[in-house]
């Protein structure tokens, strides 16, 4: 037991202890948190639908019809006509030939990854690519050569040097925590011209990148024969849970046969798919909400701007560098006692010395919240 404490005593004196955080109130723009009512900056819900009217009379209505639960595995029992309707809801908002759908956007890419790559594939990746895809190579194994972050010519280096019989490039579209956009035109170019298989992780550019959100195929004018295998999340601007693969009908029948962590694991209940599709079809139907957080990105990063703080602005993800741990820690609590919630992120979700402030940024945002969050931002670092 004492060995558990002193594991935890060292997390401490590294500054990069975390506890808990509760909400009492819905996901929105304000929230109570710990008994606080502050303006919530680091939620990945962008479009702000979770308490939106008809995607929750969706959900309950969902609960009515098929309870709660969905009491097995999709290949077992557990498939119902919700699952069916997400996936042809995910198809058609992608414009995929077919979808496939996970329990979350995590087991989609370690199964996507796993199974499509075993030993004899070599997998070249992102050197900030989401943990669910390093967690994919891992479970793949076989050999993953990591190139410098959107850094084409690294990449090309290892490709030419390695010339793999069979392989992959594997990119998150949005980067998590630097908010920048993978170069996809010259990724899906590199892939052409040697043979390789890209894989696009949309998690956080579904509902947020492209005229109508349809994700960074769209914002870069890309099909998915450029980008044969796309996956994502459905708990960021789509306000549910779960996750994706889409791309060809043979692609998505040979995961469903092959994939681990869609084989072994019980279905999403019902509900959850049926808020799922409710929510893929209303952000189709609403384009000027995907427009608005557009919007509020680029007011945002040009009040940043104004007060000298230099942020790219490519998504919603705001990542302002601190460096050291306890100052980024420091500046979060700084933060928050102005009544704005953005935690600070820490080793291991980034590299040591590299902490920051992640804010995002939500469709829900009035131009005053972005104001505001602005000039406390700006107090907060000046007081560490
Ligand atoms: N990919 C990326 C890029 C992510 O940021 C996340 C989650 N934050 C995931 C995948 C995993 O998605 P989920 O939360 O649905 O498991």
Known sequence: MDSFASRIDAIKAAHLY???????????REVV????????????????LNTNGHICREAIRAVEEFGVGSGGSRLVTGNMTPHMRLEAAVAEFKGSEAALAFTSGYTANVGVISSLCHKDTVIFSDALNHASIIDGCRLARGLTAVYAHNDMDDLLQRVRHLRPRQGFIVTDSVFSMDGDIARLPDLASIARTYGLTLVVDDAHATGVLGATGRGSLEHFGLSHDDVPVVTGTLSKAVPSEGGFVCGSSSLCDLIRNTARSFIFTTAPSPSTAATAAAGLEYIAAHPELVARLQGNVAYFVKKLGRIGMDVQGQSP?????????????????ALLALGVFAPCIRYPTV?????????????????????????????????V
């Open 18 to 28: 975390r506890k808990l955080r509760t909400l009492s109130t819905p996901q929105g």
């Open 33 to 48: 948190i710990d008994g606080q009512r502050v303006l919530l900056f680091s939620s990945n819900s962008y479009l702000g």
């Open 317 to 333: 993800i705001i990542p302002i560098m601190v460096g050291d741990e306890e100052k980024a820690a420091q500046a979060a609590d």
């Open 351 to 383: 590299p040591k010395g590299m902490a920051r402030l992640r804010l995002t940024v939500m469709a829900a945002h009035t131009r005053e919240d972005l104001d505001y969050a602005a000039i406390c931002l700006e107090k907060a670092l000046a007081a």
